[in-house]
């Protein structure tokens, strides 16, 4: 694999930092950080660039808090500066990253996402005959357990820039694991599992297989054949990646139970909506359904279950629960 050199000016290039900060500030233009960083924008730009240039750029101190989604999460959120930075670094490398990426992994990639592993899934679910079975499995407490040097072990695959490397070095050793909350984290994330990923399209040659983050998806018609593969997964995460399975991993018949994978619960001949977000969904209709708001209110107000259901057999439910007819008719 070719390594790429002489990147690290392209990230303390001023237009780089501007688009950096743009991009950063994206849906957050009204926040403190923000706004303090705003008003003094071209000189925190240029000491940006000046600590790049000089290499004396240091993560600043996290503001670490937890969260429920209902996962217990740790999450680490740092000031607005250090977002600037992650962005100017993602805008050189991400096309170098993506290139890495096998097609069936869909967490933070422009053009994937949720959507692009439905169609995919949805598409592999055509061979019913070849996907009788599934393997669903994802990693014990995975953003956390992230080894930092076999992180860095990976990122010398691709990239050979010494000044690059050492700026990622130290992001990456400024918190434990890779940090959720870190504009930089989900790429670093998806990166550590893409060799693996190679390893079981290519050396195993599993033809169905999808990851969503660290959520793992691999189907086939031998039920014998999945659990043999899981120990092989098992032995490679381990020996390699320093990671480990969770013990709950599943294999069933796919039209037994359906494949609960990114909001969608998958068969072979419909596919629903996951039960959380369909009682999300019926929570927030009752909720506008009790307010004297115009049609147009209330269609802002569910748009986004709107999207959830638009991709999955949900005529019936969304009939029954969103009260205005004219919503349902700019739905249909």
């Known amino acids: 694999m070719k390594r790429i050199g002489n990147l690290y000016d392209k990230v303390y290039e001023l237009d780089n930092l501007y688009l950096a900060y743009s991009n950063a500030k994206h849906g957050k233009s009204k926040t403190y950080g923000v706004l303090s960083f705003d008003k003094n924008l071209s000189e925190n730009i240029l000491q940006l ?15 670490v808090f937890t969260i429920h989604d209902p ?8 000031p607005f500066r250090d ?14 990253w993506t290139s890495v990426f096998i097609s069936h992994s869909y967490s933070s990639i422009k053009g994937k996402g949720i959507n692009g592993a439905l169609i995919h899934l949805k598409k592999a679910l055509k061979d019913k005959e070849g996907t009788l079975y599934c393997l669903k499995m994802d990693v014990r407490k995975f953003y956390p357990s992230i080894d930092h040097q076999v992180m860095k072990m990976i990122i010398r695959k691709k990239i050979k820039d010494r000044k690059l490397l050492s700026l990622l070095d130290g992001i990456i050793e400024s918190a434990p694991g890779v940090p959720i909350g870190n504009y930089l984290s989900q790429f670093l994330a998806n990166l550590y599992l ?18 969503y983050a660290d959520d793992m998806i691999i189907l086939s018609d031998s039920k014998d054949y999945l659990h043999s593969l899981e120990k092989e997964i098992h032995d490679y995460l ?36 996951r039960k ?12 506008l359904n009790k307010q004297k708001i115009s049609p147009k209110e209330y269609k802002i107000g569910i748009c986004s279950y709107l999207g959830w259901a638009k991709h999955c057999n949900s005529r019936h439910l969304i009939r029954k629960v969103i009260k205005y007819e004219k919503v349902l008719r700019l739905w249909d």
């Open 238 to 273: 381990r020996n390699n990646l320093k990671l480990d399975i969770k013990s709950n991993y599943q294999i069933f018949p796919v039209d037994a139970r359906g494949i609960d994978f990114v909001g969608y619960v998958f068969f072979h001949d419909h596919i629903l909506m």
């Open 49 to 63: 660039q000046k600590e790049l240039t000089d290499e004396t750029y240091r993560t600043s101190e996290y503001d």
């Open 83 to 96: 977002r600037v930075i992650h962005h100017a670094i993602m805008n050189v490398l991400e096309n170098i």
């Open 71 to 78: 996962k217990e999460r740790i999450i680490y959120r740092l």
């Open 194 to 211: 893409s060799y693996f990923d190679h390893w079981l399209k290519e050396y195993k040659q599993v033809p169905y297989y999808f990851r």
């Open 276 to 287: 959380r977000i369909k009682k999300n969904l019926c929570k927030r209709a009752s909720k």
